[in-house]
C-alpha cells in the first residue's frame, strides 16, 4: 500500500520552493495538500490575492498532488490526527524563527503513530519575507484596496485598526507586528483610521470640523501613497448630505474603504467631551436620509457607509442607541459604530449583547478610548468586529515632542534630549529608497 503524505501550503504564490516540497513528498507517497484558507492566510500574513477556490484549482493541477483538504489552522495537527500520514514534508527553514513552535507540534503528534518529518533544504532566494517584500512592491491598485475592508471582514471578521494622520504614521500602521509564540501568527493592524480629532490637531486647529475636505484629502494622500492596508476616515457628520454625497464619491474614487459618519447636527466637538460640550444629536429621519443618499451616490460596490451612534455620548439612553442602529441599517448603512465613554465597557457589553440579536445585524465598530483598560479579546469575544485604536500614535508623538522641546530649553543643549529620540542613523535609514 502506497504511503501519506501531508504537506501544507498557502498557495496564494506559488515558488519553485514549493515545487521542489511537493516533488520529494511525491516520491514518498501519494501527497495530500492541507490548504490554508483564506482566515489563515490573512492572519499570518495578508488577505490573500487568490480566492481559497482559485487556489484549489491551481494546487489540485499540480504534478504529484493526490487530494486538496482545507487547513483552518496554522497547526497543522488538527489535519494530521485525522489523515494520520505516514509523512509530513516540510522545508527546514522552520527549524528555528517564528515557526518553530508549529515544528514542534507536528514532530509531537507524529509520534501517536509512528510518522514522520522529512525535511529538505530551504530552496535558496524564496522565503514568505522574500514575497512579502516583492508583493509589498506592487503596492495595491485602487480598486483592490478599496475592496480589501470588506474582504478582510468577510475573511476574518474581527478587525484591528490603528490611528494614522500622514505618510509616517501609515508607514508605523502598515508594518508595525508581533510575533505570537503560542499561534505562530504576527499581530498586527489590519487598517489605518484617519481619525479628525488627530488629523485636525495634527495642523493646530481643534476637532470642528474645520479642516475642510481638500486638506482631509491631502492627508489621505500622504497616506494612500505610502501605504497598501485599508483606510477608514473619520467624516465626522458628513456634513449637509448636499455635500456629503461628493465626499463619498471623492473617497472611494481614491481608493479609501470607508467613511464612518456620527448623527450629530450643527457644531460639531469632539465626543470625548461628553455632555460637558453642547453638542445636538441629529434626527433620525435625517440622518438616515443622509445614509441612503450616500449609498445612492456611491459607484463601487465595495466602499463603506458606517453610521455612529452618539446616543450613549450624549446621555440618551441604550434603547434610544438600539432604536437607531435598527433605523440605520435599514436607510443602508454597511456598519454600525457605537460610542461610549463609560471607562469600565459595560455599555459597550450591554449594545453589544442586545445588538447580537439584531436579524440584519451589519459589523459593528468601537472606539475604546475611555475603556481602554478592557482587552481587545472580550471586545471580539462580545461580538465587536472593528476595533479602532483613535488616537494613540498622536498622543504619544506629541509627549514625546514636548518633553524633548522642553528639555532642550531646560539643558541648553540637544544631548539630555536624545533618550527621547531615535538616533540620525535610523531616521536616515528609515525611509528606504525604492528602486
Ligand atoms: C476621532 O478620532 O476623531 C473620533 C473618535 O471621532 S473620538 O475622538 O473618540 O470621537
Ligand atoms: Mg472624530
Known sequence: ???????AMSGDVIHHGQINVIK????????????????????????PILSYQERFEIVSNIKGVLEVIPQEELDQVPNLRKLRPDYVVHSNDWVSGPFKNLREKVV?????????????????????????????NLKVTTDVRRASLRKLLQIKGKIRVMEAHNGLTGIIV??????????????QFDAMWLSSLCDSTTKGKPDIEV??????????????????????????????????????????????????????????????????????????????????????????????IIARIESLILSQGMEDALNRARHYIEAGADGIMIHSIDKTGQEIFEFAKRYQDFPNRVPLVIVPT??????????????????????????????????????????????????????????????EVEN
Open 1 to 7: 500500500m502506497s504511503k501519506r503524505v501531508y504537506v
Open 24 to 47: 520529494k513528498a511525491a516520491q514518498l507517497g501519494e501527497v495530500t495538500i492541507g490548504l490554508h484558507t483564506d482566515a489563515v492566510i490573512a492572519s499570518y500574513w495578508r488577505v
Open 108 to 136: 509531537e503528534a507524529l509520534k501517536e503513530w509512528g510518522g514522520q518529518l522529512v525535511e529538505i533544504d530551504r530552496t535558496k532566494g524564496v522565503s514568505l519575507d522574500r514575497l512579502t517584500e516583492l508583493s509589498d
Open 174 to 187: 502598515e508594518k508595525t507586528k508581533q510575533f505570537d509564540e503560542e499561534t505562530g501568527y504576527y499581530r
Open 211 to 304: 479642516v475642510d475636505n481638500t486638506s482631509r484629502m491631502n492627508t489621505l494622500n500622504e497616506m494612500l501613497e505610502v501605504t497598501t492596508k485599508p483606510i477608514i476616515v473619520d467624516g465626522d457628520t458628513g456634513g449637509i448630505t448636499e455635500h456629503f454625497v461628493y465626499t463619498v464619491r471623492s473617497l472611494e474614487r481614491i481608493g479609501v474603504s470607508a467613511i464612518i459618519i456620527e448623527d450629530k447636527i450643527g457644531l460639531k466637538k469632539n465626543s470625548l467631551f461628553g455632555t460637558e460640550a453642547m453638542q445636538q444629536q441629529d434626527e433620525i429621519e435625517h440622518f438616515c436620509e443622509k445614509i441612503a443618499a450616500g449609498k445612492k451616490a456611491q459607484v463601487s460596490n465595495d466602499f463603506m
Open 370 to 431: 475611555a475603556y481602554d483598560a478592557v482587552y481587545e479579546t472580550a471586545l471580539f469575544d462580545a461580538g465587536v468586529n472593528v476595533i479602532i485604536y483613535a488616537n494613540q500614535l498622536l498622543r504619544a508623538g506629541y509627549k514625546a515632542m514636548q518633553d524633548t522641546a522642553m528639555e532642550i530649553l531646560k539643558c541648553g543643549r540637544g544631548y539630555e534630549a536624545d533618550h527621547n529620540c531615535i538616533s540620525i542613523k535610523e531616521v536616515i535609514n528609515l525611509i
